[in-house]
């Protein structure tokens, strides 16, 4: 601690040297006692600090920290979730500057990323509102959803459906979605490079959606959102803040299917999602 503060009271010393105690404040364009008689800071050779107004108002200029490093934009708390999530896709990425998901659909449809996206029968992008509320979001599509194009489809996707049921909500009221968007070869665990490929498509949707709350299905789910590496048990139960998005995570439907014992828990964190959801969606 007490180095900390040599450390700012140098930084300040440093400052006053330059600067003096105070820094002017400009004349506003209101201020009818500000004239061109006035002088400039120039005139009186005292630096400026107060950028154009067209400069402080530009959304590409970068920020800083207090101790003039540039502050990442998806690292920044005051941006929006939306622009800090933007901020996470590649500047090169074809559908960076996509208005609408149709767009990155179809460059994902038309585009090869990676091997499995060869061998796929369909590209499984998403599916629901695409101004939702509450993004689900499981690992990668399996053989019905790769025949059908459409994520949790078959027995787990109608598990799914009777879940969101429960806590009255329709399919068609959120959007559905995995990391992948084609299916690994024998449902095997997703490559880091296929998720290093896929996951600034996901990116851009749920920039695109800007959800209230974001739900994760599947440990491989939550722990590449949140860039961790645990338990399930350590994701479930409480909430994460993903890019200033609350995002919750409970066991995958198709895990329900071989384990009934998981139910209750689920259960349990679905009922607190819809409180949570509640909650934010009232706030506005």
Do not use: C
């Not at 901020?87 to 499995?116: F, N």
């Not at 998981?262 to 509640?278: I, Q």
């Amino acid at each position: 601690m007490n180095e900390l503060l040599r450390d700012l009271r140098a930084i300040v010393e440093h400052e006053r040297a330059l600067h003096g105690d105070l820094l002017p404040l400009p004349a506003t364009k209101e201020d009818p006692s500000s004239s061109s008689a006035d002088p400039s800071p120039a005139d009186t050779g005292t630096p400026s600090h107060t950028a154009p107004d067209d400069a402080a108002s530009d959304p590409d200029m970068p920020n800083y920290d207090l101790f003039g490093n540039q502050v990442d934009p998806a690292e920044d708390p005051s941006l929006p979730p939306s622009e800090r999530i933007e901020a996470l896709i590649p500047d090169d990425a074809p559908y960076k500057d996509a208005d609408t998901l149709d767009e990155v659909e179809q460059y994902l449809a038309d585009t090869v990323l990676v091997p499995i996206d060869e061998d796929r029968e369909n590209p499984v992008f998403g599916v629901g509102d695409p101004a939702a509320d509450l993004v689900i979001i499981g690992e990668a599509p399996g053989r019905n959803e790769d025949e059908e194009g459409e994520p949790f489809v078959g027995r787990a996707g109608q598990l799914l459906d009777k879940i969101l049921d429960a806590i009255n909500f329709k399919r068609e009221d959120v959007y559905i979605t995995n990391i992948l968007k084609s299916r690994p070869p024998r449902n095997r665990d997703p490559k880091s490079e296929e998720v290093d490929a896929h996951l600034p498509v996901l990116y851009k949707q749920i920039a695109l959606i800007r959800p209230k709350i974001i739900l994760t299905v599947g440990k491989v789910a939550g722990n590449t959102l949140l860039d961790r590496s645990s338990s399930l048990s350590n994701l479930r139960d409480q909430e994460h803040d993903f890019y200033g998005i609350p995002l919750m995570a409970t066991y995958h439907p198709a895990a329900l299917l071989r384990n009934s014992q998981w139910k209750r828990p689920t259960w349990e964190d679905m009922k607190l999602l819809r409180t949570r959801y509640d909650q934010l969606t009232d706030e506005t």
